[in-house]
């Protein structure tokens, strides 16, 4: 059953998991009991609560092997970074995060202005 997030002016958020024949039903706010909005922004990840480094990428992940190569790799290319047991880098932040990825060769197809961009578009 898919998960919906709702949001209410007063500042409430709320996850309920209803069937997608429901997904149109009002949800009233549990603070204020005034009908919440659906919040398609954090349904679809376009928007994080909070701050949202350090931030694990299994896209730029590694097999867990391999990542004492990855680790001298990376302090050659001065750009040192950890990584979770799974083998997914650890950025610190959004700079860190493009150094990794142009040492690397990776971008971010949909790039924000401090986001990594193939060599061709520099």
């Not at 997904?23 to 701050?51: A, E, I, N």
């Not at 610190?92 to 197809?109: I, N, Q, T």
Request: hydrophobic letters at 25%; aromatic letters at 10%.
């Amino acid at each position: 059953m898919p998960a919906y997030s709702y949001r209410c002016s007063c500042g409430q958020r709320q996850e309920v998991n209803r069937p997608m024949s429901e997904s149109h039903l009002p949800v009233l706010c549990d603070k204020c009991s005034f009908v919440m909005m659906r919040d398609f922004k954090t349904d679809f990840g376009r928007q994080h609560f909070g701050d949202i480094w350090p931030m694990a990428s299994y896209a730029a992940g590694v097999h867990p092997k391999q990542i004492p190569e990855m680790r001298e790799f990376d302090k050659q290319h001065e750009v040192p970074t950890d990584y979770n047991e799974d083998g997914d880098p650890v950025f610190k932040g959004p700079k860190h995060r493009r150094k990794y990825c142009e040492a690397h060769g990776l971008f971010d197809r949909n790039a924000g202005p401090s986001d990594p961009v193939p060599a061709r578009c520099r």
